[in-house]
Structure formats: C-alpha cells, structure tokens
C-alpha cells in the first residue's frame, strides 16, 4: 500500500518528462527534415541514376538505344585512347603538385609563427587567392604566362634573360608546370593557415627544454616540429590529394587540357566524355572509376593516419 | 654586439622572407588590376608596361554602360577587339550575388536548427542521420553531374538561380551541419538547461541563447557557403544557359575563352570578380582562418 502510494507520488514527473521527451523528439525530426529532404534528393537519386547510366548504352547521338551492357562502359573506359595517358598526367599532377602545396604551406606557416610584424601583415594577405575562384585564378596566371602578351615574358626578355619568347602553355612540359604553380598559388594558403594552427598548438616548453639542451635550429626542426606536425601534415595531404585528383576549373581555363593532352586530367575527361563525345555511359563509368580510386586513396590515408594517432 | 648583430640577421631575413612571400601571393593579382586601367592597345605593346602610361577608366566604363573604349578605336596593325560577354559581367556578378546570399542564408537557417538537435537532443536514428548527411559528400562532384543536371531538368529548374540553390544546399548543408554541430558542443550546457527549466522551449534556447553565443561559427560557416557558392563553376556552367541565371565564373570562362577576347576587358571582368571575395576575406579574416583549422581538422 505505501510502495503504491509512492509510486502514485513519483508518476506524474515521470510522465511529464516522457512527453518531455517525445516532443523534442518530434522537434528534432522537424529540424532536421528539410537538410535530410535536400540531401536525400541530391543523394540517392543521382547515385543509383549515375550506376544506371554507366551499365547502360547512353550516347546522345543514338538517343532510340539504351540497351543493358554490363560492364561494357566500364570496358569501353578502360580501351579508350586516354586512360593511360590521363591517369599518368593525373598522377604527375598530384605527385608534382602536393608536395609542392605542402612545402609552401610549411615554410610560409614557419615564418608566420615567428613573432614579428611581417607576419600580421602576411596572415591577412596569404589568404587572398584562396578566397578567389579557381577560374579567377586561373585566368590570372593565363594572363602573365601568355607567350604573346604576358607580362612574364615581358620582364624576362627585358632583363635580357631569354630572347625569344618561352610557350609557358603550349609546350607540353611547361604547361604541366605553369598549372602546379597555379595550383601552388590557390591551394598554398590553405595549407599555411592549417600548418600554422598544427604550430601554434605545440607547447613553447618543448622547445624551451631543447634549447636548454643546446639543440640547433634544424635539430629542433627536424626532431621535434616535424614529428609533432605529423597529424596536421597527413591531413593537409589527404585533403589536396582529393583536390588535386579533381581538379577541373584550373584546367578548363588555363589549357584546355591541351597542349596535345598534356594537362588532360582524368576529371578532364570525365567532362568530355559526356559533353563533347556525348557518351553519358562512358562519363558515367569513368566517374566510378575515379571515385573508386579516390576512396582507395583516402582509406589508405586514413589507415596510416589511425596507426599514427596513438603516438 | 654579436648578439645584437645575429638579431638583426635574423630580422632581415625573416622581412627578406616575408616580401618574396608577399610579392608571390600579391603581384598576379596587382599586375591584373593594373592591367585594367590600361587600355587595349597600350596592352599590346611590348614590352608590356609596368605602370599604365595613360591610365585610364574606360574599360570599366564599357562594361557599365556599353561606351567603346577610345583605344578600341586605333586600327591599322593592331586590331580592336570588343568582348560582347564583358558587358554581362554586372548582370552575372549580380546572379553570384544573389545566389549565394541565398545559400547562405538557408544554410544558416536550415544549418543551425539541424545542428543544434545533433549537438543536444537524442533521438532514434541520430547515428544514421548525421552519417548519411556527412556520407552524400564522398561521391566526387563529377560523378554526380549528369543525375544533377536531370533532376533540375525534371524540375524545370534549369537556367533558375533556384535550381542553382539548390545544388549548392547539398553540396554546403552537410558541412555547415557538421561544423555548427561541433561549435554549438563547446558551449558550456548550463545555461541553456537553466533557460529549459525556466520554461523555454528548445527554439527559444537555440535563437535566444546558443545563436548569439554561437555567432562566430555561424559566421565562419556562413562564410564558407558563401564562399564555395561564389567560386562554384563546374554545375554553374551545367544549370545554366542565359545570363538570366549565369554566374560570374561561366561569364568569366566565356569571356577569357573567347578566342577574340580583348585584353583590357578580361583584365577588368576579373577585377570586378575579385571584389566580393577579397572583401570577404579581408572583413572574415578571422572567422575564415579558424573554420579552415576546424574544418580541415575533423577528417
């Protein structure tokens, strides 16, 4: 009798909590519709859409035939005249490009960790072509760079440098150059701002202790900043890795993919397939193909990047 | 004397530093705004010159109000162009205007009431959810295009800034949901259970208290959206087709691609591009540079 009048005693907070409870529930799955509804339309859809296109025929040219085929898209993409050649440039890029993002990105956030009043002046203005589009970017080095016109040209026949003009875009070999230093130039300040929080947050006593010991300047650099960046190094790493495989806006704008194919990256042809050679089953094949390789690449990152953390 | 010496090298060279870094990240982007005070045939000189010798406004002028350069017209060996695309470019800056703000302002809306349920509330399917939102961004852009573009077209959306709008929300939600998420966790819980115990409810709390403690990580986040929304190009130049709804970045590629563009005009297309960006990264300098960290930092 009195465990029920207790019981009686306790019910109504427990009950008011629970419809407590269910109404935030019901307010949670409110708020949370409309981002899921938008999503899931721009999610869902598409992928399987997208498997679809790329295990069927889908050539504009031919709009009457949409026959299954399999894997023959995916063939198709593997026999194509640009797979290997593309693969190859992608794969330059990134190797020719990351590393050189990176190691702007490290000196430029050494020199903004050093206490001086450059260094405000430079974090406010490192920022800049980050800021820009990709095609503003890539519209302004187009510009120093042309052969004709470009001002690059220009200062170096002056200083009596070159005598003739230098193709910095229609030379195969430059122009994969010119388009890592643009990308250098866009990306670099992402790095430099993310390295110098990875700086920043390294406690001054370490340093304090290595002095103390009579370490160098390369010695406390290479023994205990490099090793304690290592986090913020991989992630900077995975990150323009992705960008880098991707890139698109850069190429349209400043070569086309030419000379010859050279800056044809395979997100190049992933375009082309679909808007010049009208072939959505190709483009579509090819666009898992380089997610799936992408995936690859990330995993393996991540996997190093776990076996790192515990340390 | 030694010590005082060594400081100065030291000094010097991190200045020595600092200018090669400076002139690097700023000269393309002076020598391009300096380009467009001069005029097309001042540009075709060699060697170029450094500084305008007769600076003058009037490419701005064409692209405004449709008046032709005076230097367009010197004919004979130097030829006189008129990119047609220039004069577009106020319309297109005015379309990435309005299409970003846009996305910006959903996003911040839609962003923070999603963010703020995941950060504080449990519910069934709360796991599922935020590994769906965060999920739909593996898939490289590319791969989406052609789904993308027939869904808007289904919609009748094409050549719409609302179709536009759209794909930059799915493209720019998950991540704003994700980071508002994480910075609404730093907040300190107790007041927001004392504002619940006092009867409010959890709107109340999210727009009374949270947001405005919040307000720099929804600045940071609004500055991303924005931001990706205004540089976009590759879906821009899919989902558009007139100047109706076309954004900077397809009427720059247009202007810049044209195999007959002028100089002076593309010059000046660009600097009036750079406008909306630089002022957001100079005025968001802070803001952009601690979501960057945030945002790079959670992989």
Partial sequence: ?311 | MNVAWRKLCRKGGLWAATVVVLFFVLAPMLWILDSSFQGENELLTRPSHLLPQQPTVENFGYIFTGTIPRSFEVTGTLRSRVSQEAREVPQALENSVIVAVAVTIVNAVLGALAAYSFARLRFAGKTLAFNFLLGSRLLPAIAVAIPYYTIVNAANLLDTYTGLILVYLTFTLPFTVWFLRDYFQTLPEEIEEAALVDGCSRLQVLVRIVLPLAAPGLVAAGAFAFMFSYNEFLFALLLTQTIKSQTLPVILASVATNPDASLALTATSVVLAMVPPLLFALGFQRFLARGLVAALGRV
């Fill in chain 1, 1 to 311: 009798m009195g465990n029920l009048v207790a019981a009686e005693a306790v019910r109504p907070p427990r009950l008011r909590r629970r419809s407590g409870r269910s109404r935030e529930t019901v307010y949670a799955y409110l708020t949370l519709l409309p981002v899921l509804l938008v999503i899931a339309a721009f999610s869902l859809y598409p992928i399987l859409y997208a498997a679809y296109l790329s295990l069927h025929k889908e050539l504009l040219t031919d709009p009457n035939d949409h026959h299954f085929v399999g894997l023959g898209n995916y063939i198709n993409v593997f026999h194509s005249f640009y797979l290997v050649d593309s693969v190859t440039s992608t794969i330059v890029f990134v190797v020719m490009s990351v590393p050189a993002v990176m190691i702007f990105g490290l000196l430029v956030a050494l020199l903004l960790n050093q206490a001086f009043a450059g260094a405000t002046v430079l974090r406010v203005a490192v920022l800049l072509p980050w800021a820009m589009p990709p095609i503003v970017s890539g519209i302004i080095w187009r510009w120093i760079l042309n052969d004709d016109y470009g001002i690059l040209n220009s200062i170096l026949r002056q200083l009596s440098i070159i005598h003739y003009a230098i193709p910095w875009l229609s030379n195969p070999q430059l122009a994969r150059v010119a388009l890592v230093f643009a990308q250098v130039w866009h990306e670099g300040p992402l790095a430099a701002i993310f390295l110098l929080a990875g700086l920043r947050a390294i406690p001054t006593e370490t340093y304090g202790a290595a002095r103390v010991d009579g370490a160098g300047w390369w010695s406390i650099f290479y023994h205990i900043t490099l090793p304690l960046l290592r986090a913020p190094l991989l992630l900077v790493l995975i990150y323009e890795t992705i960008v880098a495989a991707v890139t698109f806006d850069l190429v349209y704008i400043m070569t086309g993919g030419g000379p010859a194919n050279a800056t044809a990256l395979v997100s190049w042809f992933a375009y082309t397939e679909v808007f010049k050679f009208v072939n959505l089953g190709n483009g579509a094949a090819l666009a898992f193909l380089i997610a799936a390789a992408l995936l690859v690449v990330i995993l393996g990152y991540l996997r190093v990047l776990r076996s790192e953390s515990p340390r």
